[in-house]
């Protein structure tokens, strides 16, 4: 899964790479040539933005990257915050399976019926539509992991008393 992970974040850093490439190329072309790229916004909206979200959500919760308020856990004592930790876990499972299950039934619906953007340049929408579930996917099977103690979560770059709640 680690190597899963850091192919993701790979691509996702890509992702990010290109999209400030085409926007940099849309807005010269807008502004010095008017005339943009065309189907610059939808792209970076269906695929990019997508991508940058979904792709590195297992590799960005291991390294407790995602937003974790402790205003009020911080004064619980220790087994209260372990058993809050594990109703948040599971209760992030749920929502995220939920997602995964959604995109996933959504992704086989767009390449059933072989979905096409209506941008002005009609692209296939089924690759965007893969990259919930993917993303969502692992994650869950990562907060599995750290539910059964089967992995440890990274240390975030901040410690808790030098957050802001």
Partial sequence: MGLLETLLIRVAGLVLLVLAGLTTADALGRYLLNSPIPG?????????????????????????????????????????????????????????ALIA?????????????????????????WPCYLMVPIGCGLLCLRIAQVFLGRAQKGHAATPDEDRVA
């Fill in 40 to 96: 610059t916004g939808e792209i970076i909206e269906d695929y990019f933005m997508i991508a940058l979200i979904f792709l590195p959500l297992s590799y960005s919760f291991m390294q407790e990257g995602h937003v974790h308020v402790t205003m009020i856990e911080r004064y619980f004592p220790g087994g209260v915050k372990r058993i809050v930790g594990k109703v948040n876990l599971l209760l992030s499972f749920a929502l995220f």
């Fill in 101 to 125: 299950l959604a995109g996933w039934e959504r992704f086989v619906e767009a390449w059933r019926i072989d979905e096409i953007s209506t941008s002005s340049v009609g692209y296939p929408m």
